[in-house]
């Protein structure tokens, strides 16, 4: 970018410039990057709104307790896979490791679970 700065003399005289080119290249790549974080993190909350409300018309229940007892823990299983995912820097998580994450409430309920196979690694989409 061109800065320009008049030189005057003593009388105030217009007698020359000098030129500056500054280089705002930086500048520019940085406004791109906060743009396309902008842009995602738009594009993730649109996503975590459209899987709530899913879940609010996908939860069933006989009473009004229940169905938010049942919301409640539909939103803390997906904190707890965001969590998982976002731990492994959005690189997907083990499938193992998010099941035995999402029993673990029910840990006293159903004693003697087991959970085991093959190792599965999802991609943070089908987590």
Avoid: C
């Amino acid at each position: 970018m061109p800065y320009p700065t008049p030189l005057h003399d003593a009388s105030g005289r217009l007698v020359g410039t000098v030129n500056m080119l500054v280089d705002h290249t930086y500048l520019k790549s940085s406004k791109d990057r906060q743009r396309m974080l902008i842009n995602e993190l738009d594009h993730r909350a649109k996503n975590i709104l459209v899987v709530a409300q899913a879940m609010l018309r996908l939860t069933r229940a006989n009473s009004v307790k229940e169905y938010v007892t049942a919301v409640q823990g539909r939103i803390a299983a997906l904190a707890r896979i965001h969590t998982q995912v976002a731990d492994n820097q959005w690189k997907g998580v083990d499938l193992g490791s998010l099941v035995r994450s999402e029993m673990e409430p029910f840990r006293s309920e159903v004693g003697g679970l087991v959970i085991k196979g093959p190792q599965i690694f999802l991609t943070p989409v089908a987590a």
